[in-house]
């Protein structure tokens, strides 16, 4: 039951927390030359986001009138949900070598979008390569956290995710290999509405406004395989996240205010199709 409940929630939640994967290799985009990187990545339901996933789950007992202690449950839950969600995050990325040493990039998932830049750093005969990228993507829709209780109402959810990996690896005809390490900044900011007391409708409700910020720092390690233009690949990458996050609320005249400090470990594999136009 549990596992069923763990890939109910990963569905639910798809493409709204961040991604970490980035699926690819070393050596960029040969100059004048496209490439389009179709991935599937899963924030698996382990370390912050499994701890994520138990104040969800903690959602189902609410029921009648709120007690206090329930409002800070569902505070809670809200906060997890937003700022680290186990998710699925299928995306197309399109990148072009603009020359031997640059390439521009483009990134567009099932609730986000964003650009990239990468720089060749590293180029060695026969194939030894290293880059340095910058990402940036924005969410584009509202989490779906209210999905799991009626009583939670999500408005509205930005998120803002900037990244910048440093890959190396060896790149021929028929594989890629490659490792490095990523750092990832989110920033995340919420508005919406709790519902104390309800019949037929929200009698009584905490409005809310949160906030909050991540810091990841991950390392990256993928190979694919394949022929001279198109190959298979897939990748993990393992991170440690710290972060802080608020819920600041109005129920009448009364003010509230909860905290959420997620950390933990992050693990996020991924599989792709690379292709070289």
């Not at 496209?34 to 029921?63: E, F």
């Not at 997890?80 to 020359?99: E, F, I, K, M, R």
């Not at 720089?119 to 969410?139: C, D, K």
Request: glycine letters at 10%; a positive charge.
């Amino acid at each position: 039951m549990r596992s069923a409940r763990w890939l109910v929630a990963t569905v639910v939640l798809s493409g709204c927390g961040a991604s970490l994967s980035s699926v690819q290799p070393a050596r960029l985009t040969p100059a004048s030359h496209l490439a389009m990187t179709s991935t599937l990545a899963v924030n698996a339901p382990v370390g912050s986001a499994g701890d994520t996933l138990d104040a969800l789950r903690d959602l189902d007992g609410v029921a009648g009138v709120l007690e206090p202690a329930e409002i800070e449950l569902l505070a809670n839950a809200v906060n997890a949900g937003s700022l680290n969600p186990p998710v699925v995050d299928p995306s197309v990325t399109l990148a072009y070598g603009v020359n031997r040493f640059f390439e521009l990039g483009a990134r567009v998932g099932g609730s986000h979008v964003g650009a990239q830049a990468r720089v060749q750093v590293l180029r060695v005969a026969p194939g030894i390569y290293g880059a340095l990228g910058l990402q940036v993507s924005t969410s584009l829709s509202t989490l779906p956290i209210n999905r799991f209780n009626d009583r939670v109402f999500l408005e509205r959810y930005r998120r803002l995710d900037v990244g910048i990996p440093l890959i190396f690896g060896y790149s021929a005809s028929r594989v890629h290999l490659w490792a490095g390490p990523k750092l990832l900044f989110s920033r995340v900011r919420t508005r919406g509405h709790l519902c104390v007391r309800e019949n037929d409708e929200c009698a009584d409700q905490v409005t809310f406004h949160g906030s909050g910020s991540l810091r990841y720092v991950a390392g990256q390690l993928g190979i694919a395989v394949g022929k001279r233009r198109f190959w298979i690949a897939l990748e993990l990458t393992l991170a440690r996240l710290r972060g802080d996050g608020q819920l600041r609320g109005m129920r009448g005249t009364t003010a509230m205010s909860f905290a959420y400090d997620p950390s933990g470990r992050v693990i996020q594999p991924a599989l792709g199709l690379i292709a070289w136009f």
